[in-house]
């Protein structure tokens, strides 16, 4: 902000603020009074002691060095006349502070019956006695001659009296000072008026302070809340004491401290010197951070130090000393204040604009000390105005309001950052244990591979290797599933499988598991478990894992003693321990007390944290527990296998029904997968590593796998064979597994091609888009072999038990030869008999052969021989041939030397579609030609005849559907075939009125 604008705004604020000061001095500074002339107050004429309380100011008779009272002689004593309010030191020729003497004034009333006067008595240094019309009334400490019989007192003093029928009230009021050694006397005037109006200005000064002092102290209220319940931040406990000694400051100069808190004129001198150093300290420290840095590391230190300094004289100091330093009290004090006023007005000249309401708050402070000054230069007899000071806290809880509401939103955005990053970080840790289990997977499958393979030519010792590197791998393995896990476990998607678990069973492979740990230690693995000891009810990985964990860390730190696992059952649970010296020692290392308690302490970090959420997910506890004799122990407990006292756990499920893959008797026993007619499939991965450990599952007879490196690699090789499933990584450059899924799925459908994604997650989003993308199913990474086989062989069961069906629905269709063709052909058979039997004969021949082939179980294989459909294209030619003559003429475009083997039914259905929809319905009729073409890598199949044509609609309709007339059955049959067999189906161009093209593909086989 530029200065001139902070200038302009500055001088409007104290604008606004003068304001409401001049209407308050307006309706509430009291009117011209009357004031004391000779000793004398005439208060018999005008309307003002009605409505108003009188300041008894003006000339009262003094007597110094007596004290008046109603036995006095005042026509002999020496008077002499003193302004009230006044220091009796420059008001008489009086030249000590120290003394006493006695006021009088005469107060001329009108005559009255039963009128009660109010006298209040603000401060007479310091200390006095009111007399009124000889009685007395009352006072503030103890007024005497000497020294040590008077009693000093600073609390302001009210009294009332009644004055019957009387019109003079005689005034007396005796002062002694031996204490304040800088002014003396009644330096503040008495208020004097009849009780209701007077009553009313006490109460309503009093309550102005209240209210002001209760709105002070609400600021400091939730300063101290918010520094309890936020960050710790001292300044707000350093703005709460600055609003703490406002109220101080506030209730002293109202004269209201000390006649609510009857302190010692001693100390109450300590306390206001005290409250001034504090204010001017506090101060201080909540503008600290706003000053240069020589000012807040160097001088506020000192400064610090010399209010410690000063606030320590303070307590050892008579109060007649500090009453003399007391104006050096008050500089320390308005230090800080000049230095608010002038930070605050350079930082609100920058860029920060919330410290333009610490300059408002500083303004508004100094304007009300400001007129503060000028009401007592004045003498302006004016109630309390507490608004500048109101509006001073005000603007300052504003700053700090801003600046703790803009934290909070910080925070709250740094606390969502951090969530997200502790999310990001545990998602980074799955990851990364997730693609590092995946190559150890790899090379644990290669090792049993390699094993299996060739265990006939492996000695003793490498086989015994081998076993050796996976027992390791498998531990390794198991330690990256405990990252997996955790993450699982915080986002609460871990499910336990429970059923009936043989602990010792368990503690037996996860022993097999870790004895490599021990190789070179004396260290005993052994189980205690009782013989017969129940079956528990439990998921048996996560019973491995937490066990395998357990032990782990009980062998970890120990170098001598035994490992030992024991079990013991009550009221339907089983209590399992695990002991070992690496308990006692981890315990040790941590300097931690080794006693019963939680599993969560002690230190032992990523692996017991799982044990124990692992146990809690089947309703059990884990604790660690010491013994003098045996050491520690971890000890967890699950439920018995009972299912009359099996308690119900908030993670448990059905466990998945284990079952073989049985066929359902669909295929026949020629027709499963063998190593003549093996299970094809294609592994896409652009990790080698991958597409080894894949190749090495798939190694064994029924299984013929090929490998590529990326989807478009993929593409080619689909359109070169025939596939029973895909195997495809879900993370792969160019093309993701997601979009060649898809992809493929725009010419196979799910049940002609299946295919299983890999995938490194398995959170829902992934799962849903892998089957949104078309996959018949997923497998998460690390995969394991016997499950992925048990996959592929039901996705590759359900395709060629698809592809059977296609075959049966080819032949159902061929073998549905139409009633109206039969009767036909029938009828022309009969008529040749009579003009033409040679004709007849050859016919008769055509059609039998026609029907044998339409009927041979050939028809239901996958391939025939070319010349078998050949056969049964030429019969059915022949017999159409002879019925419409010249109508249908036939031309045979067919290399000789083509050798192939093609899907049955996939040629005579088209010729018969292209005749019977096409050619006959023209009346002239038409050509249709049969045309084979070795393309080299491929065999071109093309069907071309010169009838009606169809449009671009008829034919969609035709591929996409059978119709529910019948027509087009063959083309789509046919059409889905082929992309079963080959990845590509029939190509159709055609147009109405000129005809049709139908051509497809076959690939050579190796053999041709």
């Known amino acids: 902000m530029m200065t001139k604008k902070i200038l302009l705004t500055c001088t409007l604020f104290l604008i606004i603020l003068t304001i409401p000061r001049l209407l308050w001095l307006y309706l509430y500074v009291a009117p011209d009074q009357p004031h004391a002339v000779k000793g004398t107050l005439d208060l018999r004429q005008g309307e003002v002691i009605k409505k108003h309380s009188i300041r008894l100011e003006g000339e009262w008779e003094f007597y110094p060095d007596t004290l008046l009272t109603p036995g006095n002689e005042k026509n002999s004593l020496r008077t002499q006349y003193i302004r009230v309010p006044g220091d009796w030191k420059t008001s008489t020729e009086n030249v000590h502070t120290y003394g006493f003497g006695s006021y009088r004034l005469r107060i001329l009333v009108e005559p009255g019956k039963d009128r009660i006067y109010g006298l209040h008595l603000p401060d007479a240094n310091v200390s006095s006695k009111i007399y009124v019309n000889g009685k007395p009334l009352g006072g503030q400490g103890k007024p005497a001659e000497k020294r040590q019989h008077y009693t000093p007192s600073n609390a302001p003093y009210t009294a009332y009296f009644t004055a019957e029928h009387t019109k003079e009230i005689e005034l007396v009021i005796q002062v002694a000072n031996f204490d304040h050694p800088l002014k003396g006397g009644l330096v503040a005037a008495p208020t004097f008026g009849l009780l209701e109006p007077f009553g009313k200005h006490q109460r309503l000064a009093e309550d102005i302070v209240l209210i002001a002092c209760i709105i002070y102290l609400f600021h400091a209220v939730y300063s101290v809340v918010l520094f309890f319940v936020g960050n710790k931040d001292r300044r707000l406990l350093y703005f709460a004491l600055v609003i703490v000694c406002a109220v101080l400051g506030t209730l002293i100069g109202e004269n209201l401290l000390f006649q609510w808190l009857p302190l010692s004129f001693e100390w109450g001198i300590k306390v206001i010197c005290l409250a001034e150093l504090l204010s001017g300290y506090v101060l201080l420290q909540c503008i600290k951070h706003l000053l240069p840095n020589t000012v807040r590391t160097k001088w506020s230190r000192r400064y610090a130090m010399l209010c410690a300094l000063l606030a320590l004289a303070i307590l050892c100091l008579p109060a007649s000393y500090n009453l003399v330093v007391k104006g050096f009290y008050e500089i320390v004090m308005l230090v800080p204040c000049l230095l608010a006023v002038f930070f605050m007005y350079r930082a609100a000249k920058q ?363 993929a593409l080619a090789m689909l359109k070169t064979n025939e596939w029973d499933a895909v195997i495809i990584d879900t993370v792969m450059p160019e093309m993701s597994g997601y979009e060649l899924t898809r992809t493929i799925r725009e010419s196979f459908s799910i049940a002609e091609l299946p295919v299983l994604l890999l995938t490194a997650r398995s959170q829902p989003e992934d799962i849903i888009a892998a089957f949104l993308s078309g996959a018949n199913d997923y497998i998460s990474k690390p995969i394991e072999g016997v499950e992925l086989k048990v996959r592929v062989d039901t996705l590759t069961h359900l395709k060629r038990a698809v592809s059977k069906q296609l075959r049966l629905e080819a032949g159902w269709l061929q073998a549905q030869i139409q009633p109206h063709f039969l009767f036909n052909t029938l009828n022309t058979i009969a008529s040749l008999g009579e003009i033409d039997p040679a004709r007849m004969t050859h016919l008769l021949e055509e059609f039998g052969n026609y029907l044998q082939r339409s009927f041979t179980s050939k028809n239901l294989e996958r391939l025939v021989p070319l010349e078998h459909e050949l056969e049964l294209l030429r019969s059915y030619l022949f017999i159409e041939k002879e019925r419409f003559g010249k109508r249908l003429a036939i031309i045979w475009d067919i290399d000789p030397a083509i050798k192939i083997s093609i899907p049955p039914l996939s040629i005579q259905p088209l010729v018969e579609n292209a005749i019977r929809h096409g050619i006959l319905k023209r009346i002239e009729g038409g050509t249709v030609r049969i045309r084979l073409t070795d393309q080299g890598d491929q065999i071109e199949a093309a069907i071309i005849d010169d009838g009606v044509g169809m449009d671009e609609e008829t034919i969609r309709q035709a591929l996409a559907t059978p119709s529910k007339q019948g027509h087009g059955v063959g083309l789509y049959n046919t059409n889905r075939r082929l992309k079963q067999l080959y990845g590509q189906g029939l190509n159709i161009s055609s147009q109405p009125g000129q005809g049709t093209v139908i051509l497809f593909y076959i690939p050579k086989q190796p053999n041709t």
């Open 351 to 713: 860029v920060d604009k919330d410290r333009i309401f610490l300059l408002f708050s500083i303004i508004a402070a100094v304007n009300s000390l400001v007129w503060l000054l000028i009401t007592k230069k004045l003498a302006l007899d004016i109630l309390s105005y507490p608004i500048d000071l109101i509006i001073s806290l005000t603007f300052f809880a504003a700053y700090w309001f801003k600046k703790y509401f803009r934290l909070l939103d910080q925070s709250q955005q740094l606390t969502g950052e951090l969530r997200e990053a502790d999310q990001l970080k545990d998602q980074f840790l799955a990851t990364v244990a997730r693609e590092v289990q995946q190559p150890l997977n790899s090379m644990l499958h290669i090792a049993r591979a390699v094993k299996e393979r060739e265990k006939s030519k492996l000695d003793k010792a490498s086989a015994g290797d081998l076993d050796f590197m996976q027992t390791i791998g498998q531990g390794m393995f198991a330690q990256l599933s405990d990252l997996v896990d955790l993450e699982r476990l915080k986002e609460n998607r871990l499910t336990l499988y429970q059923k009936e678990v043989s602990v010792q069973a368990a503690a037996a492979a996860v022993f097999d598991m870790l004895r490599y740990i021990a190789g070179g230690k004396t260290i005993k693995l052994t189980h205690r478990i009782p013989a017969g000891f129940p079956l528990v009810w439990a998921d048996e990985e996560r019973l491995t894992q937490i066990l395998f964990n357990l032990l782990h860390m009980a062998l970890q730190h120990s170098e001598t003693g035994e490992a030992v696992v024991d079990a013991a059952s009550k009221d339907g649970w089983a209590e399992i321990s695990v002991a070992g010296g690496g308990i006692e020692e981890r315990f040790r290392s941590k300097g931690l007390a080794l006693e019963e308690q939680p599993a969560e302490h002690g230190g032992f970090g990523l692996e017991l944290t799982i044990c124990r959420q692992l146990v809690e997910l089947h309703g059990g506890t884990l604790r660690i527990h010491t013994h003098s004799d045996k050491g520690a122990a971890f000890v967890f407990t699950l439920p018995t296998a009972d299912p009359n006292t099996q308690p119900e756990t908030a993670a448990s499920r059905e466990p998945p029904q284990k079952a073989a893959f049985e066929s359902d008797g669909f295929l026949a026993a020629d027709e499963q997968p063998s190593a003549t007619d093996p299970i094809r499939l294609l592994a896409v991965d652009d990790d080698p590593v991958n597409l080894k450990a894949l190749e090495s599952i798939f190694s064994t007879v029924p299984y013929c796998i090929v490998t590529a490196a990326d989807g478009p690699q």
